[in-house]
């Protein structure tokens, strides 16, 4: 039994079905299991850790006949000690992490996202679980922050057409968690993972475009400009450390790792194949 966390998100939810697909059995944890329209063979269940409510008395029995977790940040929240505790001692034996691909030598140890992630790899490699970190760069599902302008118009405003990533697929970050959850061999790995192409963002928007059948524009807004309201997914306190990461990306050559294809045996997918797998998303 593999539990995962954050099973109703982006890679959550492409992780329960390439599990189940194999065979694996899946204990998905959500909020709100009335809501969370996991698939049927799914086991669902109640975790809401991520704010600053009690915990549950009995963490331990999400973990009932579970081998390994998959730990996601947000699901876990404050309480991420705790719930590898539970793990832990209901006989858990790996872990893998989602964590981010900011964490490496020479980052900016003060920047939000460093921070959130760092503290989130020293419970794991602190839990006495055998562990996974997967640290990807940008996901292809930051492109739905442009979702509402698309769906409204051609027009997309924004802040660094020019910066520059490899946006990676849920899908990859997906298939590589359920080698490293099925598999043995990758205790104690780091997993760097991208996309397989740098893609500016106004690039990304023309991609969406051509899977939409439409051509779309991208219009520059000063980063001074920028009002939280723009980008609804992003907590506004962490908006300004973010803004300068994209402008700090313009021009530069983002780093591109093979990743996805040695742990998988099947190339990155690129972020055309992002925009067709998501186009309903962008259609009105
Ligand atoms: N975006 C990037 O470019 C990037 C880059 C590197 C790493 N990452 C990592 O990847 C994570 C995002 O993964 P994702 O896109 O799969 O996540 P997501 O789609 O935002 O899903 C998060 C899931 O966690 C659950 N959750 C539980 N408590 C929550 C809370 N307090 N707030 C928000 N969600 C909560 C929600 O499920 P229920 O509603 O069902 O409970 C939600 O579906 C980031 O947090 C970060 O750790 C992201």
Known sequence: MIVVTGATGNVGSALVSQLLAEGASVRALTRDPERAALPAAADVARLDLGGDLPQPADLGALFDGASA??????????????????????????????SSGIIQDGADTAHPIYVQHARLEDHVRESGLAWTALRPNAFATNAFQWAPQIRSGD??????????????????????????????GHQGAVHRLTGPDPVTNEEQVHAIG?????????????????????????????????????GEAVGVEPEITTTVKAV????????????????????S
């Open 69 to 98: 977790l998959f730990l996601h940040a947000q699901a876990v929240g404050a309480h991420t000690a705790a719930l590898l505790e539970a793990a832990r001692a209901r006989g858990v034996r790996h872990v893998t992490v989602l």
């Open 155 to 184: 027009t997309v405003s924004g802040p660094y057409p020019g910066a520059v990533s490899a946006p990676i697929h849920e899908a990859d970050i997906a298939a590589v968690a359920v080698r490293t959850l099925l598999d043995d």
């Open 210 to 246: 051509a899977a939409l059948g439409r051509t779309l524009r991208f219009v520059e807004v000063p980063p001074q400009d920028v009002r939280p309201e723009l980008f609804p997914h992003v907590p506004p306190h962490m908006l300004p450390a973010i803004l300068r990461t994209w």
């Open 264 to 283: 998988t045996g099947q190339p990155a997918r690129t972020f055309e194949e992002w925009a067709t797998d998501h186009r309903d998303a962008f259609s």
